[in-house]
């Protein structure tokens, strides 16, 4: 062939390869800016391929939606805050847009389009990768974010991992994990909001897409952090605050806060897969009473239930619920029981019977319901996503309510069937709407503990306690979770607090786990560490599975029974504490349980594996667990100044320290300044302690606030007013110690305030917070520090400082 014929057919050759790779080329770009509509406080957009929304929320938060067509009308399951009037200045020129609020300013680049976030003062906060911006692959949808040197990222909800998760790649998809490994994902529940960590700035992005959703944080290559969805829009919130803490108030103002729990929901839970008959329940109550070891509650696992169908009891084992109900109330106890969403199909059964004929049920594209496996046999499953069928459920309810119940326990809800593979094509109603499985799948559960709180608020006629096993963002408006089906092993453990940490640091403050474990069997020294930890959880629930050796804390012998009971007492005496941190939840969205990334974001030493399990229980209590088997551990002290919380020693922050460990004590200290409201013992949250309220105040050289609250714990009657509410202010600079004014209706049940000093160089101020364990083992007694030791630690200044005390009315 003649040489130049052959080079001029290579070049056609090579062209037409170019033409068909540009009409095939499986991703398709943002492409350039074509268009913009400028409004008050937002700007439409439209590119060569993408109708483009971004929307000022607030002088904060800025929302951006984009899709490959025409946007749709605005919905989330998600998001209940709507955009708050904010001075806004918007220009542009023909090659950019600017964005400007009082605390921040975006950048959109118009060629190709791509959206950048900067400081008022010009640092870039974060910003689009220029080229890559946002792609789609068929209905797959990704954005693109430049990674800044040494950026950190933390949060996405119920993730196993680091708490710092540069590196790692992970999706969102509701799973029915049992058993699941540390390193496993996805597990439960999908709260697809992070916070990004860099050059001293935070920042938070939450992406409201309901689709299976992958998050890359710099996992296989160097040049991106990416968050992308299956199918439906790209749709995220951006939010910039000096804080960290101030960005999950943000983030929570858009999706919503927890309402207050019933208080007997913050005390000790008694649980089994299962308990069952019903002389065994009360066996397990007399025996928590008879221990002297409080409690609140137990649950009762899916054997209660008439062949597992739900709203049903099984009359062999319990033959009169109500009088069960109302026998465990006279002892201080509530119940809770599961509730699973499979309804069995059974003629005759009354559930099935009524939600059949309502049409409550998910169906196939051709209108039958879609039927699978699950614990009953063969079950249809509700559609929560239909307002009709959240009503059929809430009456549903009322029969437990008839019964004496208190709380429901919501499984299965991912929704978990037998072989996991709900089809693609079964259709929700999706408030009219319409959405296949894919759509719907990660919001089932978030519906279904809607329709739970909604209900039981009704039926029961107060507060009611409701727990779930999944989730999506937002379910903090209605449910605690709890981090499932966990193992017996110290990995899970301290894993469990990685996990806690990060709801916390998601939105999620009412959360648990399995203390004990739930698949396998504890070790004593294992049992022992966990029951500490779980003092110091928000929910702190006992739990074992079936075919386990039993998991009561009395089972593993006195020494662990004492050392459980001696931490379940001082969570009790704590309740003044606990219930402040979970009304400040309440308030500010921030949780009791708070990874040290909220108070000490830009400190490196916290994000290290040696210290990523330590975190803050409220703002006084630095908790570092370590395996019950550890003889020494290193805990990293921050900033500032901690006190050991037995002896009362001193030790200065910002350094790390190896301590010897004893089974007897969990390593727990008290930041500089704290305030520490605390009670008399009780043996459940209705029992009345004694009248004085005793308020630990810790030297310091920081000025601290607490705002102390209390309401009957039980009604909604606090929305209108009836609460007892006010500030308690350390301040070191004037040497005064004051209790502000008193707001609220309600009546305090404290009639005396005793204020115990700790490290003033008095000589009122020793304090036993846990009693002795008895010497089981005399050569462990003789290592463990005596009240002479303690005593003498407790001062760190030669001379009694003076404070004065005002006590406002």
Same mark, same amino acid.
């Given at each position: 062939?003649?040489?130049?014929?052959?080079?001029?057919n290579?070049?056609?050759?090579?062209?037409?390869?170019?033409m068909?790779?540009?009409?095939?080329?499986?991703?398709?770009?943002?492409?350039?800016?074509?268009?913009?509509?400028?409004?008050?406080?937002?700007?439409?957009?439209?590119?060569?391929?993408?109708?483009?929304?971004?929307?000022?929320?607030?002088?904060?938060? $800025?929302?951006?939606?984009?899709?490959?067509?025409?946007?749709?009308?605005?919905?989330?399951?998600?998001?209940?805050?709507?955009?708050a009037?904010?001075?806004?200045?918007?220009?542009?020129?023909?090659?950019?847009?600017?964005?400007?609020?009082?605390?921040? #300013?975006?950048?959109?680049?118009?060629?190709?389009?791509?959206?950048?976030?900067?400081?008022?003062?010009?640092q870039?906060?974060?910003?689009?990768?220029?080229?890559?911006?946002?792609?789609?692959?068929?209905?797959?949808?990704?954005?693109?974010?430049?990674?800044?040197?040494?950026?950190?990222?933390?949060?996405?909800?119920?993730?196993?991992?680091?708490?710092?998760?540069?590196?790692?790649?992970?999706?969102?998809?509701?799973?029915?994990?049992?058993?699941?490994?540390?390193?496993?994902?996805?597990?439960?529940?999908?709260?697809?909001?992070?916070?990004?960590?860099?050059?001293?700035?935070?920042?938070?992005?939450?992406?409201?897409?309901?689709?299976?959703?992958?998050?890359?944080?710099?996992?296989?290559?160097?040049?991106?952090?990416?968050?992308?969805?299956?199918?439906?829009?790209?749709?995220?919130?951006? $939010?910039?605050?000096?804080?960290?803490?101030?960005?999950?108030?943000?983030?929570t103002?858009?999706?919503?806060?927890?309402?207050?729990?019933?208080?007997?929901?913050?005390?000790?839970?008694?649980?089994?897969?299962?308990?069952?008959? #019903?002389?065994?329940?009360?066996?397990?109550?007399?025996?928590?009473?008879?221990?002297?070891?409080?409690?609140?509650?137990?649950?009762?696992?899916?054997?209660?239930?008439?062949?597992?169908?739900?709203?049903?009891?099984?009359?062999?084992?319990f033959?009169?619920?109500?009088?069960?109900?109302?026998?465990?109330?006279?002892?201080?106890?509530?119940?809770?029981?599961?509730?699973?969403?499979?309804?069995?199909?059974?003629q005759?059964?009354?559930?099935?019977?009524?939600?059949?004929?309502?049409?409550?049920?998910?169906?196939?594209?051709?209108?039958?319901?879609?039927?699978?496996k699950?614990?009953?046999?063969?079950?249809?499953?509700?559609?929560?996503?239909?307002?009709?069928?959240?009503?059929?459920?809430?009456?549903?309810?009322?029969?437990?309510?008839?019964?004496?119940?208190?709380?429901?326990?919501?499984?299965?809800?991912? $929704?978990?069937t037998?072989?996991?593979?709900?089809?693609?094509?079964?259709?929700?109603?999706?408030?009219?709407?319409?959405?296949?499985?894919?759509?719907?799948?990660?919001?089932?559960?978030?519906?279904?503990?809607?329709?739970?709180?909604?209900?039981?608020r009704?039926?029961?006629?107060?507060?009611?306690?409701?727990?779930?096993?999944?989730?999506?963002?937002?379910?903090?408006?209605y449910?605690?979770?709890?981090?499932?089906?966990?193992?017996?092993?110290?990995?899970?453990?301290?894993?469990?607090?990685?996990?806690?940490?990060?709801?916390?640091?998601?939105?999620?403050?009412?959360?648990?786990?399995?203390?004990?474990?739930?698949?396998?069997?504890?070790?004593?020294?294992?049992?022992?560490?966990?029951?500490?930890?779980?003092?110091?959880?928000?929910?702190?629930?006992?739990?074992?599975?079936?075919?386990?050796?039993?998991?009561?804390?009395?089972t593993?012998?006195?020494?662990?029974?004492?050392?459980?009971?001696?931490?379940?007492?001082?969570?009790?005496?704590?309740?003044?504490?606990?219930?402040?941190?979970?009304?400040?939840?309440?308030?500010?969205?921030?949780?009791?349980?708070?990874?040290?990334?909220?108070?000490?974001?830009?400190?490196?030493?916290?994000? =290290?594996?040696?210290?990523q399990?330590?975190?803050?229980?409220?703002?006084?209590?630095?908790?570092?667990?370590?395996?019950?088997?550890?003889?020494?551990?290193?805990?990293?002290?921050?900033?500032?100044?901690?006190?050991?919380?037995?002896?009362?020693?001193?030790? #200065?922050?910002?350094?790390?320290?190896?301590?010897?460990?004893?089974?007897?004590?969990?390593?727990?200290?008290?930041?500089?300044?704290?305030?520490?409201?605390?009670?008399?013992?009780?043996?459940?949250?209705?029992?009345?302690?004694?009248d004085?309220?005793?308020?630990?105040?810790?030297?310091? =050289?920081?000025?601290?606030?607490?705002?102390?609250?209390?309401?009957?714990?039980?009604?909604?009657?606090?929305?209108?007013?009836?609460?007892?509410?006010?500030?308690?202010?350390?301040?070191?600079?004037?040497?005064?110690?004051?209790?502000g004014?008193?707001?609220?209706?309600?009546?305090?049940?404290?009639?005396?305030?005793?204020?115990?000093?700790?490290?003033?160089?008095?000589?009122?101020?020793?304090?036993?917070?846990?009693?002795?364990?008895?010497?089981?083992d005399?050569?462990?007694?003789?290592?463990?520090?005596?009240?002479?030791?303690?005593?003498q630690?407790?001062?760190?200044?030669?001379?009694?400082?003076?404070?004065?005390?005002?006590?406002?009315?």
């Amino acid at each position: 062939m003649n040489l130049k014929y052959f080079a001029i057919n290579l070049f056609l050759a090579v062209i037409c390869s170019l033409m068909a790779y540009g009409k095939t080329n499986p991703v398709k770009t943002v492409g350039n800016v074509t268009a913009t509509q400028i409004g008050k406080q937002k700007v439409s957009i439209t590119t060569a391929t993408a109708h483009i929304e971004i929307t000022v929320y607030s002088a904060n938060m $800025i929302r951006v939606r984009m899709d490959k067509q025409k946007l749709k009308p605005d919905f989330s399951y998600a998001v209940v805050g709507t955009p708050a009037a904010t001075k806004t200045t918007i220009s542009q020129t023909s090659k950019q847009l600017s964005i400007l609020t009082d605390s921040l #300013q975006v950048m959109v680049f118009k060629k190709p389009f791509s959206v950048a976030f900067y400081t008022i003062d010009g640092q870039i906060i974060n910003q689009d990768d220029q080229s890559l911006s946002t792609e789609w692959v068929n209905e797959s949808v990704t954005t693109y974010k430049t990674l800044q040197e040494n950026e950190r990222f933390v949060g996405l909800g119920e993730k196993t991992g680091n708490l710092d998760r540069s590196g790692m790649g992970y999706t969102n998809w509701n799973t029915d994990a049992f058993g699941y490994s540390a390193s496993q994902d996805p597990i439960y529940s999908t709260i697809p909001f992070y916070m990004g960590i860099h050059h001293g700035l935070n920042y938070g992005i939450f992406m409201d897409n309901t689709y299976q959703s992958d998050f890359n944080f710099g996992a296989s290559n160097n040049r991106f952090s990416s968050f992308g969805a299956r199918g439906g829009e790209m749709n995220y919130y951006f $939010i910039y605050h000096k804080r960290m803490q101030d960005i999950i108030t943000s983030y929570t103002t858009l999706t919503g806060r927890m309402k207050l729990p019933p208080i007997w929901s913050l005390g000790y839970q008694q649980n089994r897969y299962s308990y069952y008959p #019903q002389a065994e329940v009360f066996r397990i109550a007399e025996t928590l009473r008879e221990k002297k070891i409080p409690a609140d509650g137990i649950t009762l696992d899916i054997h209660h239930m008439d062949k597992y169908k739900v709203f049903t009891w099984d009359k062999d084992y319990f033959p009169d619920p109500k009088a069960m109900t109302d026998k465990l109330k006279a002892m201080g106890l509530k119940l809770t029981v599961i509730v699973d969403p499979g309804v069995k199909t059974e003629q005759g059964y009354d559930t099935y019977d009524k939600g059949l004929k309502a049409g409550v049920f998910a169906k196939y594209p051709d209108g039958t319901n879609y039927t699978a496996k699950v614990w009953p046999g063969w079950c249809h499953f509700p559609d929560f996503t239909k307002p009709a069928t959240r009503s059929w459920w809430g009456e549903e309810l009322k029969k437990y309510a008839q019964d004496g119940v208190s709380g429901l326990w919501n499984d299965m809800n991912e $929704i978990a069937t037998w072989g996991q593979k709900t089809p693609d094509n079964v259709v929700f109603d999706f408030e009219g709407r319409k959405a296949s499985h894919l759509e719907a799948h990660n919001v089932y559960a978030l519906e279904m503990v809607r329709a739970s709180y909604d209900g039981a608020r009704e039926a029961f006629n107060k507060r009611p306690f409701i727990l779930t096993r999944a989730g999506y963002a937002g379910l903090q408006r209605y449910s605690a979770i709890w981090t499932g089906d966990n193992r017996s092993e110290d990995s899970h453990m301290l894993l469990g607090v990685r996990l806690l940490c990060s709801l916390g640091l998601s939105g999620v403050p009412f959360t648990g786990m399995d203390v004990g474990g739930f698949t396998g069997n504890a070790s004593a020294p294992l049992f022992a560490r966990w029951m500490q930890i779980g003092a110091f959880n928000p929910y702190f629930r006992n739990h074992t599975s079936l075919n386990t050796k039993s998991a009561e804390p009395w089972t593993f012998g006195e020494e662990v029974l004492e050392i459980s009971r001696n931490y379940i007492s001082l969570r009790y005496k704590l309740l003044p504490y606990l219930y402040a941190g979970f009304f400040e939840a309440s308030t500010t969205g921030n949780p009791l349980m708070r990874s040290l990334a909220i108070d000490y974001t830009f400190d490196s030493n916290i994000y =290290n594996e040696k210290f990523q399990n330590q975190y803050l229980f409220g703002a006084a209590f630095l908790v570092a667990p370590f395996a019950g088997s550890d003889k020494f551990g290193t805990v990293y002290f921050p900033e500032g100044t901690w006190y050991d919380l037995y002896t009362g020693k001193v030790q #200065q922050g910002k350094q790390e320290k190896i301590i010897e460990l004893s089974l007897q004590k969990l390593p727990v200290y008290v930041k500089e300044s704290s305030i520490i409201p605390m009670q008399s013992l009780v043996q459940y949250t209705a029992q009345k302690p004694t009248d004085t309220l005793s308020v630990h105040i810790y030297n310091g =050289n920081k000025v601290k606030q607490f705002v102390y609250y209390e309401d009957d714990g039980e009604s909604y009657d606090y929305e209108k007013g009836m609460f007892y509410k006010r500030t308690i202010t350390f301040d070191p600079l004037r040497q005064v110690i004051e209790f502000g004014d008193t707001a609220g209706s309600f009546p305090s049940k404290f009639k005396t305030i005793k204020i115990i000093m700790h490290g003033f160089g008095n000589n009122n101020d020793v304090y036993s917070f846990l009693p002795v364990v008895t010497a089981f083992d005399p050569e462990k007694a003789q290592k463990e520090v005596g009240l002479e030791e303690a005593v003498q630690s407790l001062y760190h200044s030669n001379e009694p400082v003076k404070f004065s005390i005002k006590i406002k009315k």
